[in-house]
């Protein structure tokens, strides 16, 4: 006696077999250049952030700096007060005049004044 449908059911239950497995390794590999894609965007949006950054940083810097200059450019135009030396030596003749100050505090105010 002959089975029915043997060889075709076991032929059949292996082409499904194969199939199967084919299929599978196909999404496989498509899920792996799927993640693969999605890492590479990942990283080339973390390198286009940390360029923004240090674009960022580097206008703050050139900013400091140009600020900073323009304080020591200022600073270095500022004319000193002129001090009138007539002035502040009556004034000192006037407190010792009146008293205030005796002949050594003159003297020592006078040479400050001066520069001695």
């Not at 590999?29 to 990942?42: E, G, I, L, V």
């Amino acid at each position: 006696m002959r089975r029915r449908g043997g060889p075709h059911l076991l032929r059949t239950a292996a082409t499904t077999a194969v199939v199967v497995g084919t299929a599978n390794a196909v999404s496989g590999k498509q899920q792996a250049k799927q993640q693969q894609a999605a890492q590479s965007q990942a990283a080339n949006a973390q390198a286009a952030d940390m360029a923004r950054q240090a674009e960022v940083d580097a206008a703050v810097q050139n900013a400091l700096a140009a600020q900073a200059a323009q304080q020591a450019t200022a600073a270095a135009a500022a004319p000193a007060p002129a001090v009138d030396l007539t002035a502040e030596l009556q004034k000192f003749a006037a407190l010792k005049e009146q008293g205030l100050i005796d002949d050594a505090e003159f003297s020592a105010m006078k040479a400050k004044l001066l520069g001695i």
